[in-house]
C-alpha cells in the first residue's frame, strides 16, 4: 500500500478544508485506505505526485472523485424519519395557516443521491392532496457532488433504498425498471425537486430565503468555527419562524446558536 508523508498529508488536508469546509485531520488512515487505487489508477507511483497533481491542476473532475471517495454519500428514503413526522405533523400545518402566498421555499441541503428531497416531495404531494396543485411545493436540492446530483436527477433505486416506503407510496410515486427490483422516481416527484450544485461553503444567496432547511449529516465532516459559520449562513438565510433540521449524530452549540432548540436535531429562527 503507498504511503502518505506528513507534509503531504498536510498540503491535502489544508486544502480539502479551506475550499470546501471537509475537515479530515484526524482521518490520515482514511484518505491512505481509499485513495491509494485512486493515486495508481490514474498512474502516479506516489501520493507525492497525486497531491501535487490535485493542487497544481486543480481538475474539477479529479477534485470531485477525490471528495466521493473521502466522503460517505450513503442514504435511503425515509432515514431519521423522525424528522419527517415532525415536518408533517408540526412544520407543515403551521406553513399551510402563515403562507398566504402559497409558495413553500424549502432547501435539501447535501442532497446526496436525492432520497431526502424525494422524501420531502412525496409528504408534501400526501399532506396538500388534492389542494397541492394550488401550492409552489417545489424542493431546492443542493450537493456540491455532480456525480450524486447526475443518480439524484436520475431517480433509480435499489429495493433496499425503498424498504421504508409505505408500500402505497411506491406504487404512485414510483415505477418499475425493466431490472428485477429496481425502481425509478415517477415523474410528478422528479417535476418537484429543483437539482443544483452548490458548495456550502459559498455565500447563500438564493431568491427566496427558506421556510425550511434540511441539512442532515452533512456537518459532521467540518470542525466547529466551519459549523458554526455555515448555521449562521443558514440562520440568515432562513425567514422568521424557519426551520433548520441536522442529522441525529449531529448538534449545534446551544450557547451560541442563533436558532432556538426545539427537539434533538431541530431548531427554528424566532
Not at 479529479?62 to 408540526?90: P, Q, W
Amino acid at each position: 500500500m503507498l504511503t502518505l508523508n506528513e507534509n503531504d498529508f498536510r498540503k491535502l488536508i489544508t486544502f480539502i478544508k479551506s475550499r470546501y469546509g471537509i475537515d479530515l485531520s484526524q482521518k490520515r488512515q482514511l484518505i491512505v485506505g481509499r485513495l491509494s487505487n485512486t493515486v495508481t489508477s490514474m498512474g502516479y507511483s506516489s501520493f507525492s505526485e497525486y497531491i501535487d497533481h490535485i493542487l497544481s491542476q486543480k481538475n474539477p473532475q479529479d477534485i470531485e472523485l477525490m471528495l466521493n471517495k473521502l466522503t460517505t454519500n450513503y442514504t435511503f428514503f425515509l432515514r431519521e424519519s423522525a424528522h419527517f413526522d415532525y415536518f408533517r405533523d408540526t412544520v407543515l400545518p403551521y406553513l399551510e395557516r402563515t403562507k398566504r402566498d402559497h409558495v413553500l421555499s424549502i432547501w435539501s441541503a447535501g442532497c446526496s443521491s436525492g432520497q431526502e428531497p424525494y422524501t420531502l416531495s412525496m409528504i408534501l404531494k400526501e399532506y396538500f392532496g388534492g389542494k397541492a396543485g394550488n401550492w409552489d411545493t417545489r424542493v431546492l436540492a443542493t450537493d456540491i457532488s455532480q456525480n450524486a446530483l447526475k443518480a439524484a436527477s436520475e431517480g433509480i433505486y435499489d429495493e433496499e433504498s425503498l424498504s421504508a416506503i409505505p408500500a402505497a407510496w411506491k406504487q404512485k410515486y414510483f415505477k418499475r425498471t425493466s431490472e428485477p427490483g429496481v425502481y425509478q422516481v415517477a415523474d410528478i416527484l422528479k417535476k418537484n425537486v429543483i437539482f443544483r450544485t452548490f458548495n456550502l461553503m459559498d455565500p447563500i444567496r438564493f431568491r427566496l430565503k427558506f421556510d425550511v432547511i434540511f441539512c442532515r449529516n452533512v456537518m459532521i465532516y467540518f470542525d466547529q468555527q466551519t459549523k458554526d459559520a455555515l448555521v449562521q449562513r443558514f440562520y440568515n438565510a432562513t425567514v422568521p419562524g424557519g426551520y433548520l433540521f441536522i442529522g441525529h449524530s449531529e448538534s449545534l452549540n446551544k450557547a451560541t446558536t442563533p436558532y432556538h432548540y426545539l427537539m434533538p436535531s431541530a431548531y427554528r429562527k424566532e
